[in-house]
């Protein structure tokens, strides 16, 4: 029986740390193919044919939003505290913040016309990038680096602790506050966006009417 809990809680451990690597690529890929748009119109400007045209942009935009959509669900996966806060698991301490305002771009995305708002593009492409840095520049530095401790200790003993200071787990005084803001900020921004229905739903009924 003690087998079969520590498989099972081994297998668990390597799924999330599987979604923890690959992360990173998918975060490549989304800021990748979010600036892409502008190569991708110029492509499209020099296709003859509307019906390819047309192919070539539906198939970019799905590849491009549904990308970001994934990478949002894995993400949030760093919201449970079982899971961020484990000792035995090394996640991002900014992975919660990262999804945040990654939920704000895809936010932004809904409420506007990233494709033909060039402000609503500006603010997508602020969000993404500021998300992915606070994706990918703890998990290389923290979690990837968490093994070349002693390296960075015989270089200078301040760098020593810059590893473990960016991993939850090993920096509870911090990663707490953070997945407890990161809550509140989802929290406060899924009361705006009821507010925001709700106003726009009695208004269009109010038309209606």
Excluded at 41 to 60: A, C, E, I, K, P
Excluded at 67 to 92: C, G
């Amino acid at each position: 029986m003690d087998q079969q809990a520590s498989l099972v809680q081994g297998t668990q451990y390597w799924i999330i740390l599987s979604v923890a690597a690959v992360l990173p690529i998918l975060w490549s890929f989304t800021l990748a193919l979010h600036f892409a748009r502008p190569y991708i119109l110029r492509y499209l400007g020099s296709l003859t044919l509307r019906f390819g045209g047309d192919v070539w942009w539906l198939s970019y935009v799905l590849m491009r939003d549904g990308l970001l959509v994934v990478t949002f669900a894995l993400s949030a996966v760093f919201l449970f505290p079982n899971i961020y806060m484990s000792a035995d698991l090394a996640v991002p301490i900014t992975a919660p913040l990262a999804a945040l305002v990654l939920f704000w771009a895809l936010l932004a995305k809904l409420t506007g016309d990233s494709d033909d708002d060039p402000r609503t593009f500006r603010i997508v492409s602020v969000l993404l990038v500021i998300a992915s840095m606070l994706y990918i520049i703890p998990q290389v530095y923290g979690v990837e680096a968490g093994g070349e401790v002693d390296s960075l200790n015989s270089i200078s003993t301040s760098l020593g602790g810059i590893p473990a200071a960016l991993v939850s787990g090993s920096n509870p005084s911090l990663s707490y506050p953070i997945l407890n803001l990161s809550l509140l900020g989802f929290a406060a921004t899924g009361t705006v966006i009821f507010i925001w229905f709700m106003r726009k739903t009695k208004f269009e009924s109010a038309e209606i009417a």
